[in-house]
C-alpha cells in the first residue's frame, strides 16, 4: 500500500466559532471533528479540535495517466484552513512511490487546484463566517506512506526531489530527524516533506505532522503582521511628532489604543496557537511533533513573534511616559497661571 498526502494551509482572517459553523453546514457537508484513532484519549489532549468537511473529489491526468485523490479541509477556531489532496492505493508496492503518477515532486503543477479549491471552500463557508484567505501566503506540506520498509526507496531522493548524487554531508542533514518506534515502522522528516513508513495506517501521525505545521503558518502570519504593525506604528508616531504639542498628545492617545488592541488580540491568538495540541503521555508521538516543529523552525518564529510583541509594549511604555510627562507639564503651566492669576488679583484688590 502506498498513500500521498498534499496539504496547503491558510489564514482566514478571523477566528471561528466551529460549533456554529458546523450545525451550519449539517445538512450539506456532513461535518465532523478530528480525533485520534490509536492513541487513548488523555495521550493526546486538543483543546478545540478542528471541524473536518469532505470536497468534491479530484482527478488529475499526469504523464498520461489519471489519478484520484480524495479532498477535504480542516478548518481551526483560530482562524486557520488546511487543505489536503489524498491519494491512496491499496494493491501498488512501496517502490511504486519513486514515481507513482500524481507525484507532483514540491508540489509543482497543484497551484492551480489548490485556488480553484480554497476558492470553492470560501463560496461554502462565506455565508457562516468571514472568510479571507491570502491565496499566495501558505504553509505547504507532503506525506508519503507506504506500508512497509522497502530498500528501493530513498527517502533523500523522494524528498528533495534530486536525482543525483548527494554528499554525505547532505544525506545525512536530511535523514537526521529519523524516527521509529519498532523495526517495521520509520518517519523520515524534513522541513517540506515527510515519508512514513507504518505497517498500519499512520492516520494519527498524519494529523499530528498537519498541527504542527498549521502552527507554524499561524505564527509566520501573524509575525507578518506585526512587521506591518510596526511599521504602521512608527509612521504614526513620526507623524505625530510634527504635529502641534496640543495635537501630539491625543494623537499619541490613538496610536497607544492601537497599539494595546494589536498586542491584546495577537497574545490571545498566539496562546490558542501554543495550546492547539497536548501530547502528553505518548512519548514516540510527542517526538514526532517535537521534531516536527523542529524542522520547521517554530522555535525561531516564536521568538520573532515575541521580539515584535515585546518592541510594541516598549513603544507603549514610551508613548505612555511621553504622554504623562506632557500632561503633567501642562498641569505645570496651569498651576502657575492660577498663582500668577492669585498674585494679580490680590495686587488689584490692594490698589484698587
Known amino acids: 500500500m502506498i498513500a500521498l498526502r498534499f496539504y496547503r494551509m491558510y489564514d482566514i482572517g478571523r477566528e471561528v466559532d466551529l460549533s456554529a459553523l458546523e450545525r451550519s453546514l449539517s445538512e450539506g457537508y456532513s461535518p465532523a471533528r478530528t480525533s485520534f484513532l490509536r492513541v487513548r484519549p488523555q495521550s493526546i489532549i486538543l483543546e478545540e479540535p ?39 492505493d491499496q494493491e501498488a508496492p512501496p517502490s511504486l512511490l519513486m514515481d507513482v503518477p500524481g507525484n507532483f515532486p514540491g508540489q509543482s503543477g497543484l497551484n492551480e487546484f489548490f485556488t480553484a479549491y480554497l476558492a470553492a471552500l470560501g463560496d461554502i463557508l462565506a455565508p457562516h463566517i468571514q472568510f479571507s484567505a491570502d491565496k499566495d501566503f501558505f504553509e505547504e506540506y507532503t506525506i508519503y506512506v507506504a506500508d512497509r520498509i522497502d530498500p528501493r526507496v530513498d527517502p533523500v531522493v523522494l524528498l528533495t526531489g534530486e536525482t543525483g548524487p548527494l554528499s554525505p554531508q547532505m544525506r545525512e542533514e536530511i535523514l537526521k530527524n529519523s524516527l521509529s518506534y519498532t523495526n517495521e515502522d520509520l518517519a523520515v522528516l524534513t522541513w517540506d516533506g515527510a515519508l512514513l513508513f507504518s505497517p498500519e495506517y499512520p492516520g494519527d501521525l498524519m494529523e499530528l505532522i498537519e498541527f504542527a505545521c498549521v ?22 508616531i513620526e507623524q505625530a511628532d510634527r504635529l502641534p504639542r496640543y495635537r501630539r498628545s491625543r494623537q499619541y492617545h490613538m496610536i497607544m489604543a492601537r497599539l494595546m488592541e494589536t498586542y491584546a488580540e495577537i497574545s490571545e491568538i498566539t496562546e490558542k496557537i501554543h495550546n ?77
Request: with cysteine.
Open 276 to 352: 492547539l495540541i497536548k501530547v502528553t503521555e505518548d512519548v514516540y508521538y510527542a517526538r514526532v511533533y517535537a521534531a516536527v516543529l523542529n524542522v520547521l523552525r517554530s522555535g525561531q518564529w516564536n521568538q520573532s513573534v515575541a521580539r515584535k510583541i515585546e518592541v510594541i509594549q516598549e513603544n507603549y511604555s514610551m508613548l505612555s511616559d511621553e504622554v504623562r510627562i506632557q500632561h503633567s507639564n501642562f498641569l505645570e503651566w496651569v498651576i502657575i497661571f492660577l498663582i500668577a492669576f492669585e498674585l494679580v488679583l490680590g495686587i488689584w484688590q490692594i490698589f484698587r
Open 215 to 236: 502552527q507554524v503558518l499561524e505564527l509566520r502570519y501573524y509575525d507578518r503582521e506585526l512587521t506591518r504593525q510596526m511599521s504602521r506604528m512608527y509612521d504614526d
Open 50 to 88: 478542528p471541524l473536518k468537511i469532505r470536497l468534491k473529489p479530484l482527478d488529475v491526468d499526469y504523464r498520461g495517466t489519471s489519478s484520484h485523490y480524495t479532498v477535504f479541509a480542516h478548518i481551526y477556531d483560530f482562524g486557520a484552513i488546511s487543505l489536503c489532496f489524498a491519494y491512496e
